[in-house]
Each structure stands twice: as C-alpha cells, then as structure tokens.
C-alpha cells in the first residue's frame, strides 16, 4: 500500500510540474525566445528528483526555508540544462515549483500509508491539470487577439512565434492599429451604431415581453397553454430559416440597410425567451401584493408598474443583459441585411475588413478586441445577472 | 359581477400581448410559412426587386427667350427582366406656367400635367420632352422648376405573388448527388459537436464544483468563449491555425513535431496511417467541431453545475464513510444523479447545433467538406442567388427540425418539467 501511493504520488506529481513547465516554456517562446525542443524527459527527470527530495525531507525541515532552498536548487539545475534562458523566463520556472513544492506540503509518509489515498492524488493532480487545461485552452485565443493587434504585419511575417509588445516603442507605435482602424476604418460609427442597436433592442424587447410575460404569469384566457408552450417552440427555430423569406420581404419594402429593420428582426428573435423567463420569475411574486394593488385601485396598467416591475428588477436586469448580448454578438442578420458601410454593426463591420484579402491581421484583431472587450467587461462585471439569464436561456446558442 | 370581471381580464390580457404575438408572428411564423411558398417557385435574387418607372428630369434654357424653358424627361424602366403596366406620370408647374406643345397622352389641369404612359416593356427608355411658357411673358424661376419632382406609378407582376409553382426546387435538392453527403456531414457535426461538448461540460462542471483557490475565476473565464462576440473569435481561431504564419503552425514546425504546416481549415482530408492501416479523417470538418465544442461547451457546464450543486450532501458523506475515492464517486453518484438532465442537454443541443450557421460560415466558408444544411442555404440563396433553392433547403431543416422536436417530446418532454 505504501509503495503503491508513493509511487503514483511521484509520477503523478512529476508529470504534472514537466507539462506545466513546457506550457511555460511555449509561452516563453511566443515571447520571441528560441527554444527549439521541450526537453520533456529531462523536465520528467529533474521533477522526479525534486517530489522524491520533498516527501522525504517530510516535516522535518521548516516548510518555507525547504520550499524556498528546493526551488532554487531545481532552478539552478534547469537552467544550466537549458540553452540560452533570460532572467525572466527563469523567474517563472522559480515561481512554478515554488508553488508546486507547496502544494506537495501534506505528501509526507505518514499521509502516503492510509487508505485510498493513491486515487485521492490522483484526483488532486488532475483538478490542478483541468485547471490549468481550461484555463489555457480558454484563455490562450483571447490572448492571441489581444498581443496580435499591437504588432505590424512585416514582423509578424518575419517570426510568427515573437508576439512580444515592445515596451520600449513610443505608445503611438503601439496603439497605431487601434488608431488606423478608428480613423481609416470608420470604427467609431461601427460602435455608435452597434450600440444603438443593442440597447435599442433591449428596451423594445421589454416593452412588449414585460406586458406579454405579465399575461401568460398571471391572467386567465381563452389559449393560454397552447401559448406559453408554443413560446419555446417557437425559440427553437433559427434565424437561418427565417432569413430568405425575411431578406425578400425586406427588400421589397426597402427595410434593408436600415437600423429601423435589424432592430425589428432582433427583438422579435429574442422576445421569446425574454417572455419565458420573466413570465417564470412574475409567476414567484406573492399574488397578495397585487391584490392589494387592485384594492387600492390600480388598474392592470398600474399594477406592472408600480408593483410587478419594481419587484422584479433582478430578472428584468439579467433579461436585459442577456439580449444584450445576443444583439452586440449577432451576426447573420447584420451580414444578410447591411451592405452598406454606414449602417454597418461592428460584427459586420469585422466581416467586411476581411473581405480585402490585403487587409494586415493586427487591424482584424484590433477590431475584434474592439468587439470583444465591452462585452466581456460587461459580463464580469454583471456576471451573476448574466449567468442566470444564461443558465435560463441556455437551451439557446 | 364575475363574469365581468372575468371578461375584463381576458380582454387586458388580449391587449397586453398583442403586440408581442403580433412582432413574434410577423417576423418568425410569416417567414417559415413563407419558406414554403418560396420554395415551389423558380426565384432568383435579381427577381426580387420590384420594377419601378423612372424618369430625370432636365431643364434646358432656350437661347432667346427667358420666358420660355424646355424640360425633358429621360424615362426608363428600371427592370430589364419585367414590365410594367399602365404607367401613369404626374409633374407640378409653378402658377402662370402652361406648357405649350403637349403630348396626346398628357393632359394639363390646375397647374399639372398628367399623363397616361400605358405599358412599359423591360428595359424601355424614351426622351419625354415638353416646353412650357410664362403666360405673362416674365422669366422663369429655373430653381423653382427644377424643385418639383416628377411622380410616376405603374403595376407590375410580382413575381413573389403569382401562381405559377414548380417541384423543380425540391427535385434538385434531392436528387443532386452531394445530399446524402451533405447531410452526413450536417449528422457529424452535430453529433460530435454536442457530445464533445456535453463531456468537456462534465470536466468543468465536475472541477468548479469543487473547493479551490481562483474557482471564481475559473469559473468567469470558462464562459468566456460563449459570452465573446463569434466573428471575433472565429477570426481569432482562423488565424491561429493559419498554415502560413498562424501561431500553433509554426509551434509545431518550431518544434519539430511537423515538418510542413497543415492547413488545418482547408485540408479535407487528413491520410493517417496507423498499424499498416490507412484512415482518412475529415480533417476541416473536425477543427470546425473542436471550435464549436470549444465555443458551446460552456453552457453544457452551466447547465450541469446547476444540477450538481442540487445533489444532496449526505450522499457524498455516506460515501466517505464508506470509504470510496473521489472516482468511485463520480461513477456511482454523480453520473446517476445527472443523467437525466444530460439526455435532455443532449437533445437541446443537438437540435441547436443542427441549425448553427455562423460558426461554420466565418471558419470556412463551408469549402473543404464543411458544408452542412444551413450553410448550404445561404450558399443557394446568396452565393448562387437561387432564392427558391435556398428556401427549399429551408423547408428540409424545418422537417428534420420538427421530427427532433417530436422526438424531444415523446421522449423527455414530460421529464424536463419535473427537473
């Protein structure tokens, strides 16, 4: 049992510091460094020797002079094995195990001999490797939007692997993408509009799901089943299908390339769901209250909104949000029904700029970051509204 | 005193939804049902524009006399394919203005002249002139000529309203040879984009549902890839795997690992040779349904840590003193527990992505084996501007749309109520 544990302890703990010193070491490489091989069995190596040292030196030792002395060594060693590695990039190597050999603190022998302990390292082990793996896999496009927009299209032809800022150029050398596409690319309309747009949508869609909702939760009449289960039904059917016949229609009428027509389209893909999901927060609101409300005179129109709305802010706030961002991401209907650039939105706006061929990659990605980054500060900042307005309309996507 | 009460209340709530199912109706119902008008006829883009009459008009000075000016008209059919019917103009002159040499067509009555075109044929175009004086000999106000603008109005077929239907449209989505392919290609997409999605929903679920330092992090940054905007990301992706100088390319040249970039979005199929055996692996198609696992997997994680979190406690402390390890859990608890709601994920999200149009488009265009259902509507529809093709492609997503709906029902509707 001892062995077994131990064993399993070694490799999983070694195997685990050598991926995530070669995912260093990549990043380290987009860094500009020239690394040209990962050196993965000599990582193995090294980090065998270093869990072996831990667990033996146990509890015996002051843990934050053994981890500090460990981390070093370990250091030391790697970076005399490696070619040509700058300061930094060794600081971080230092950092990793630093935090490695901390997180071995409990593995000593007198944890190793209970029961079933094997699997629980396992276990540990690869929660810190799913953390790691998300994290990466999520984070690393994002990051690559980001550092390729402040880069020029001769450098990036020249090493695609150095996406270093230089930090020593003048801040208008780094932001110049960001201002070519404002004033080149007319982004700054694109935004107006798309704004416009998105919060437009928000407040037609309230409108009418909020009286809608409001129905369907409370009121009694003739068709109301058949409704409230055709309202998701009728969820279920995508924009694809919708688009010849609404493009032939919109032509005809000459709503085409007007923001008048997109607002129209948008608010009516997104009312159902607004009107399912308030319809199921009004239908938790005591019923009393209301009633109240009628006693005191209130006519149904007073009742939603002196009583109905203010009690139910949150839902209405992670509805908003929620179509929101359906109508600053939604493309189909922008590509299908824009073609002119002053009515553009900034999703087709985007698509536009890859229509040229010629148009260099950092303006791409300087417009996505545009696109990406309002609406990613909105959901963390909102993240708890959003997150149920997501979880509700979730059968969407 | 009930009854109307009762009454008022079903008419306010008549009104109160009314606008909803008016918008809802208009712009979702109309166009499925539409869908199926379009379909049996031979439309194409071009046809869709209505043919109007037009006419520009021109004002000349005449050399000696001021009190004199000749206009002329240049009048056209805007259509070259249709014609127009009984083409009726209309012009407003200032007051004392008459004109003199007046067409047999046109009539002049309180200040304007009104004429009777007839029938325009496709691509007609005719030079309509007329001079017209100042009965009291003054000059004329050229600007004040030139302000009015002429009015002229015709009927012409709409090609969208006539009765003339055909089955050509259905014949060449079922008998072209790609459409077992195609909707092959649709089948794997979807299946594997929603089972891949559906376990790397698990993973994540499974880990933020446990105690550890940054998990709110973690968990913000995990529906990063929904909440972001899909043209960017795609783009984003696009230029990762570039073959040229994309990032994880030139990774992997850099270290050794391939010899010549793979065109990860362009190559259709990838040769693998594995124990003497040779497999062809769609290799655009299977990028495009890692991006799509990549972008949708967050809210099979949503959905499941939802219902993790709803596990009752004890059933992990009886666990534990039973002594089972975390794995033994996970088989024998958590994955019982969550069954249900991963049949009705999987359902859901099968019928979603069955319909996903955008991701695919922005990625590749549907080249390279990547062509599923929707995209192939658009390309019928806009790359071909074969509208009536496109809307027959339309009509087979609704059918199979409907069947899995059906499905759903029977199978789990009734369920989905009780979770």
């Known amino acids: 049992m001892k062995f077994k544990s131990l064993i399993i302890t070694l490799f999983a703990s070694s195997i685990f510091l050598a991926t995530i010193i070669c995912i260093w070491k990549i990043m380290a490489t987009l860094q500009g460094l020239n690394f040209t091989s990962l050196n993965f069995n000599l990582n193995l190596l090294l980090s065998l020797g270093l869990t072996l040292i831990c667990i033996f030196i146990g509890n015996k030792f002051n843990h934050l002079l053994k981890i500090l002395i460990l981390s070093l060594l370990f250091t030391i060693l790697y970076t005399f094995f490696t070619e040509n590695s700058p300061l930094w990039f060794s600081f971080g190597i230092f950092l990793l195990t630093l935090f490695f050999t901390n997180k071995l603190k409990n593995y000593n022998f007198k944890y190793l001999i209970q029961d079933f302990t094997s699997e629980k390292i396992v276990f540990e082990f690869l929660s810190l490797f799913a953390i790691v793996f998300f994290a990466l896999v999520i984070l690393f496009p994002f990051y690559i939007m980001f550092v390729t927009s402040f880069k020029t299209q001769t450098a990036l032809l020249i090493n695609p692997l150095d996406l270093s800022i230089g930090i020593s150029k003048n801040i208008f050398e780094i932001f110049k993408s960001y201002f070519v596409i404002f004033k080149t690319y007319d982004f700054g309309r694109y935004i107006l509009t798309s704004s416009y747009v998105s919060i437009g949508t928000v407040l037609i869609t309230l409108l009418f799901a909020i009286p809608a909702a409001y129905a369907v939760a409370r009121l009694n009449f003739f068709g109301k089943t058949f409704l409230s289960t055709s309202i998701l039904i009728i969820y279920m059917f995508p924009a694809i299908v919708l688009v010849i016949p609404l493009y032939t229609v919109f032509s005809q009428l000459g709503l085409r390339n007007s923001i008048g027509g997109l607002l129209i389209v948008y608010t009516a893909t997104t009312l159902p769901v607004a009107i399912y999901m308030l319809q199921g927060y009004f239908r938790s609101i005591p019923k009393e209250i209301e009633e109240a409300g009628l006693i005191d005179g209130q006519d149904w129109f007073g009742i939603i909104i002196k009583i109905i709305i203010p009690l139910s802010l949150p839902a209405i706030a992670s509805v908003s949000l929620y179509v929101f961002m359906i109508a600053w991401n939604e493309f189909l209907f922008s590509l299908m029904f824009l073609d002119n650039p002053k009515t553009f939105t900034l999703s087709r706006a985007i698509n536009h700029l890859t229509g040229d061929a010629e148009t260099p990659r950092q303006y791409l990605m300087a417009g996505s970051v545009i696109v990406t980054l309002p609406i990613l500060l909105i959901f963390v900042y909102f993240e708890k509204y959003l997150v149920s307005g997501l979880t509700a309309g979730s059968v969407k996507g | ?419």
């Open chain 2, 1 to 419: 005193m009930s009854t109307s009460l009762s009454k008022i209340e079903k008419r306010t709530a008549y009104i109160l939804l009314l606008p909803a199912v008016c918008l809802v109706f208009a712009i979702i119902l109309f166009p499925i049902f539409a869908n199926v008008w379009i379909s049996f006829k031979e439309v194409e883009l071009k046809d869709i524009r209505i043919p109007e009459p037009r006419a520009k008009k021109i004002v000349k000075n005449k050399q000696d006399n001021n009190s004199e000016l000749k206009i002329i008209y240049k009048l056209r059919n805007s259509s070259l394919i249709q014609d127009i019917k009984e083409v009726k103009f209309s012009d407003k002159f200032p007051k004392n203005i008459k004109p003199i040499n007046l067409d047999k067509r046109c009539e002049f009555k309180s200040q304007k002249i009104k004429c009777i075109f007839g029938n325009w044929e496709a691509g007609y175009r005719e030079n309509f002139e007329i001079i017209i004086k100042e009965t009291n000999n003054n000059d004329i106000n050229i600007q004040k000529i030139k302000a009015n603008k002429p009015d002229l109005n015709g009927k012409s077929d709409n090609i969208l309203l006539t009765t003339d239907f055909t089955l050509k449209n259905f014949k060449n989505v079922f008998l072209n040879n790609n459409f077992s392919e195609l909707l092959m290609t649709t089948f794997y997409f979807t299946f594997f984009g929603t089972l891949g999605a559906i376990i790397l929903g698990i993973f994540a679920a499974q880990l933020v549902n446990q105690k550890f330092y940054g998990r709110s992090f973690i968990r913000s940054i995990l529906l990063f890839p929904y909440v972001g905007p899909v043209v960017a990301l795609a783009y984003t992706w696009t230029l990762l795997l570039d073959p040229n100088s994309g990032t994880i390319n030139s990774l992997l040249i850099n270290y050794g690992i391939i010899e010549k970039p793979i065109n990860l979005l362009g190559q259709k199929y990838l040769i693998i040779n594995m124990l003497g055996i040779e497999f062809k692996l769609r290799l655009a198609l299977t990028t495009v349904i890692f991006f799509e696992i990549w972008r949708y997997f967050p809210l099979a994680f949503l959905f499941i840590l939802a219902r993790l979190q709803g596990i009752p406690k004890d059933l992990y402390e009886a666990a534990d003193v039973d002594g089972a390890g975390p794995f033994r859990k996970f088989f024998y608890i958590t994955l019982p527990q969550i069954t249900a709601i991963l049949s009705i994920l999987f359902m859901i999200r099968f019928i979603w992505n069955f319909n996903k149009f955008e991701d695919i488009f922005l990625l590749t265009g549907g080249a390279s084996g990547t062509l599923t259902l929707p995209i192939s509507v658009y390309q019928q529809g806009f790359a071909i501007s074969n509208i009536g093709m496109g809307s027959a492609v339309s009509i087979v997503i609704v059918l199979l749309l409907i069947t899995f709906m059906i499905i759903y029902f029977k199978l789990i509707g009734k369920k989905a109520n009780e979770i």
